[in-house]
């Protein structure tokens, strides 16, 4: 252990009072969640609001700043939020999953403080409780580029935000009843853009409001996430094409495209120019790879138009190997500057040897007559005491058994075992995962606390010998990836963030069953500079809920 510089000595007194770090702005939050009556898609129903908006507030800030967020939960149900593809760096204290904290009970307030670390790009917030997610409660995240440090496009006019996703108009007791009695969710019942189903008209409704405006000639920035339950979505304009500049925190090579496939959990930001004819046309979402197409369209006005959309609507591609094609476009730039002073590409993945290989097979099955998904013949369940705190206090093996699944699974037993699933990883091995979808629906992967080298989707199966098809060179770097049916998918990453982090099925009826597991990754020299220490204001319950707070990590 190294003595610290005096340089540096109020960084690590800083550290030692929490995740914030003064020198880095601030923006503070109140939240006020509680049911609404809205009308998503057309009737009402009981939705989650943050300040009464649905979609919830939008976070924004620029990389580094700090975050606060005070929570007031007035559902009459525990809640948590979660950060989707904010990499909490040695703070999976505040990542907001039922597997690293205890929830924010009816009628009080938590207050979550977390900074942007070294990320730009497009995320959202969820509900990470119940199946909370199905009634909304979800917004967006935004994080932009330091001033200083150049963005590889002309600053757009304005951006706009479209959170598209399938919707449920059953009320959420009914939804979980469905999953707890061992069935699906089945179909969806329609598809909403920023919470609202706004359907296609041969006959456009003159008096329809636009959700977005343009001014002629302009260039606009629209960041798209999938924050839906099922499926994946397809979004395209009329006579508009996009091109494309980020996915997940990267910036990309901007090819333009006239549709984009957005899976599960996933986010793009397009650059659209406003160069037609003045007048209205649609931004179109549609369900991707379902018998029956669910549809949402949002109204786009060229400021001071008149002329209604165009009637004719364009089509959503068919079949995943347009997609599986789209995907291998996607290239990382290179030479554009990353959330820190350097290119992207100068981190030479494609150079550091693999330490681990860790082969995930998704499965559903049937656990005592109930519908189950797993990970290798294991369904995560949730225990009462969160894992990362069981870990922390030290009784984790009152709460969980470390490594239940074997890194490779053989042939994946058809039996399921419902358990927690922790899987333990040493801190700052180079990991290779592969992703194998024996299943017919296409899955969705996220992995939180990092930001991975997506390298490579292909049909079949994987072996070692198909390491021949990865892209080495300019894989995006991004938190989550797609794996079609009967396809492998491969990602590589350095275990370089300490916590408890969770790997998740894109598809919540999936994860809710069972789908996901956590990586304990721990700092060995239980050092400050790996991992915080719990915050002081942290919720305990469970077995902790009365023990005395350690301080496991020192300078
Ligand atoms: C978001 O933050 C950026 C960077 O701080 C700022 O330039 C922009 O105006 C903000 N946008 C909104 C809508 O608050
Ligand atoms: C709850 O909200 C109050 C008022 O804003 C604040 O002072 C307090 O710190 C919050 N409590 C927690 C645990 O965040
Ligand atoms: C990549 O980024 C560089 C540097 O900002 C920019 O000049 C270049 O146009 C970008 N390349 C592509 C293909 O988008
Ligand atoms: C990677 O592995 C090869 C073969 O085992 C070895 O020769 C090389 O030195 C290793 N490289 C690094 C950077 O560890
Ligand atoms: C987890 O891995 C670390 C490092 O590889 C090892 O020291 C530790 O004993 C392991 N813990 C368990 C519970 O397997």
Redesign the pocket.
Known sequence: MTLPKPSSLSLLLLLLLGAAHAEDPYHFHTWNVKYATLSPLGTPEQVITINDQFPGPRINGTSNNNIIVNIFNHLDEPVLFTWNGIQQRKNSWQEGLPGTNCPILPGTNMTYKFQVKDQIGSYYYYPSTSLHRATGGYGPITVHSRELI?V?YDFPEAEHIALVGDWYTKPLPDLLKLLDSGRSLGRPDGVVINGKGGKMEKNPNPKEEPMFTMLPGKTYRYRFCNVGMKNSINVRFQKHAMKLVEIEGS?T??NIYDSLDVHLGQCYSVLVTADQGPGDYYLIASTRFTKEVLTATALVRYAGGKSPPPPAMPEAPVGWGWSLNQFRSQRW?L??SAARPNPQGSYHYGKINITRTIKIVNSAGAVDGRLRYAINGMSHANPETPLKLAEYFGVADKVFKYNLIKDDPGEVPEKITVAPDVVNATYRNFVEIVFENPEKSVQTWHLAGYSFFAVAIEPGKWTPARRSNYNLLDAVSRNTIQVYPGCWAAIMLTLDNAGMWNLRAGSTERTYLGQQLYFSVLSPELSLRDEYNLPDDQLLCGIVKDMPRPKLYSI
């Open positions: 150049p590889p910036h090579v901007q730039n030479t554009a």
